[in-house]
């Protein structure tokens, strides 16, 4: 079946490191991707991971990628105010006829002064 | 500048009511496809596109209707049937031959019942 799962809520103290996992469940994704969703607007590609790689790194941002526990994480490195937003995992997969994006329910990330 | 416009931002229905809410796109993609966002739950397709004059029936499809008698252009007509319209709906292209397969999104309607 198709599912992507993720935690709803994370709060951290500004500065500190932010850690978003998330869990999907079809082996035969293509890409991963986390997209960024700030109020009231629609979602922006941050970063992404192709399936046979195990990491990516960009900037403030890390993608890791564990294929046999099908996990995927999400690290900001010294998170800042404009941080705060919801945070959504989908995996890309193809079929017969179509690729399909799937999302995750999205983890709202909240920052502590 | 190339980008996905989803007009209007704010909508409101009356019951009874068919409304069409519009997507267009200048990034010349073949690719469209419907969301709708309830608040604490991730985005479930509605209809999507892969290319013009042909499309297919998502995950909630019942209620919704759409068209793609043009490349730059995706309307959705949330219909009476809808019995729950009141969501967040984003509008979302890409370029299947891209090698990242990745989405652009518009910025979204705000759809609520009177």
């Known amino acids: 079946g198709e599912d992507v799962e993720q935690s709803l809520f994370l709060s951290v103290r500004e500065g500190d490191s932010s850690v978003i996992n998330c869990t999907y469940t079809?082996?035969?994704?293509?890409?991963l991707y986390w997209y960024k969703q700030e109020p009231g607007a629609g979602l922006q590609l941050l970063t992404y991971?192709?399936?046979?790689?195990d990491m990516k790194q960009d900037q403030r941002l890390t993608v890791l990628l564990n294929k046999k526990d099908k996990h995927l994480s999400l690290r900001i490195a010294d998170t800042q105010t404009g941080d705060s937003a919801i945070y959504f995992c989908?995996?890309?997969?193809?079929?017969?006829?179509?690729?399909?994006?799937?999302f995750g329910s999205g983890t709202r990330l909240s920052i502590r002064p | 500048d190339g980008g996905i416009t989803q007009s209007p931002k704010y909508l409101f229905r009356k019951e009874g009511q068919n409304v069409t809410l519009s997507c267009e796109q200048n990034?010349?993609?073949?690719?469209m496809y419907w969301y709708r966002q309830d608040p604490g739950q991730g985005l479930r397709l509605i209809y999507y596109?892969?290319?013009?004059?042909?499309?297919q029936k998502g995950d909630i499809a019942e209620g919704y209707s759409v068209s793609r008698e043009k490349k730059e252009s995706f309307p959705l007509t949330v219909t009476s049937a809808q019995k729950n319209p009141t969501a967040f709906y984003l509008c979302?292209?890409?370029?299947?031959?891209?090698?990242?397969?990745?989405?652009?999104f518009g910025s979204g309607t705000q759809l609520s019942v009177l």
């Open positions: 991971i192709f399936s046979n790689m």
């Open positions: 596109s892969q290319i013009v004059n042909d499309f």
């Open positions: 990034l010349n993609h073949d690719a």
């Open positions: 989908a995996e890309s997969m193809r079929n017969s006829s179509a690729s399909k994006i799937i």
């Open positions: 979302a292209s890409r370029d299947p031959g891209a090698p990242n397969e990745k989405l652009f």
């Open positions: 079809d082996s035969s994704s293509t890409y």
